[in-house]
Nanobody, 129 residues
Framework: QVHLVESGGGLVQAGGSLRLSCAASGRAFSTYNMGWFRQAPGKEREFVAA????????AYADSVKGRFTISRDNARNTVYLQMSSLKPEDTAVYYC??????????????????????WGQGTQVTISS
């Protein structure tokens, strides 16, 4: 059984920064892609960023490119999301997720919810204007 535990959420002012962490356990972390998604009230869950199992490739939603950075530490079984220049529209519950298939990366599909089979409980990020 895979467990994903997010941390690092909170309340910050617009223009500020936060770093989210997601600690994983339960299967070979270094062989699975990881992703971050977010969900605002009344909206569907949306893709934020994804990272290749090796850390060598990343993908971002257009809305966060240049402001957010996804990274991972396979020795610590942890994935991070560094968020900068935060905007009120970034307010959401942020979820980390683990890829459904090990050692497979398709750039065209990493943004799909269906590509991930394990999810964390989420961490709230609130940006005040």
């Amino acid at each position: 059984q895979v467990h994903l535990v997010e941390s690092g959420g909170g309340l910050v002012q617009a223009g500020g920064s936060l770093r989210l962490s997601c600690a994983a356990s339960g299967r070979a972390f270094s062989t699975y892609n990881m992703g971050w998604f977010r969900q605002a009230p009344g909206k569907e869950r949306e893709f934020v960023a994804a990272i290749h199992w090796s850390g060598g490739r990343t993908a971002y939603a257009d809305s966060v490119k240049g402001r957010f950075t996804i990274s991972r530490d396979n020795a610590r079984n942890t994935v991070y999301l560094q968020m900068s220049s935060l905007k009120p529209e970034d307010t959401a519950v942020y979820y980390c997720a683990q890829g459904r298939y090990g050692r497979v990366w398709y750039s065209a599909t990493q943004s799909r919810v269906s590509e991930y089979d394990y999810w964390g409980q989420g961490t709230q990020v609130t940006i005040s204007s």
